[in-house]
Nanobody, 121 residues
Framework: VELVESGGGLVQAGGSLRLSCAASGRTFVSYAMGWFRQAPGKEREFVAAIKWSGGNTAYTESVKGRFQISRDNAKNTVYLQMNTLKPDDTAVYYC???????????????WGQGTQVTVSS
């Protein structure tokens, strides 16, 4: 499975961005998908994840109510809608895929190259 993220950029605090992750492969529908981020000097951390069917999601506490993960299995794409962005959200955002159940750990089988999100104050 190849994952390609897009949609990152520079935005002012309070603004919004929507990240996309396009996946190759015919078995996308069987994968749980996750979004992670890594700020300079910090470890990669979980942001959000979604079950293969889209019926179950998980979020890290700091983004609840501001970010929304969704997926379109017909387009092999997962999205991360980010609203009310804060400077602390600045990081490289990575898309990841794993067979089976979603998890908030880093235990994913495939990773994208990442897309930079910068939130200015």
């Amino acid at each position: 499975v190849e994952l390609v993220e897009s949609g990152g950029g520079l935005v002012q605090a309070g603004g919004s961005l929507r990240l996309s992750c396009a996946a190759s492969g015919r078995t996308f529908v069987s994968y749980a998908m996750g979004w992670f981020r890594q700020a300079p000097g910090k470890e990669r951390e979980f942001v959000a994840a979604i079950k293969w069917s889209g019926g179950n999601t998980a979020y890290t506490e700091s983004v609840k109510g501001r970010f929304q993960i969704s997926r379109d299995n017909a387009k092999n794409t997962v999205y991360l809608q980010m609203n009310t962005l804060k400077p602390d959200d600045t990081a490289v955002y990575y898309c990841a895929a794993r067979r089976g159940l979603l998890t908030t750990s880093l235990n994913y089988d495939y990773w994208g190259q990442g897309t930079q999100v910068t939130v200015s104050s």
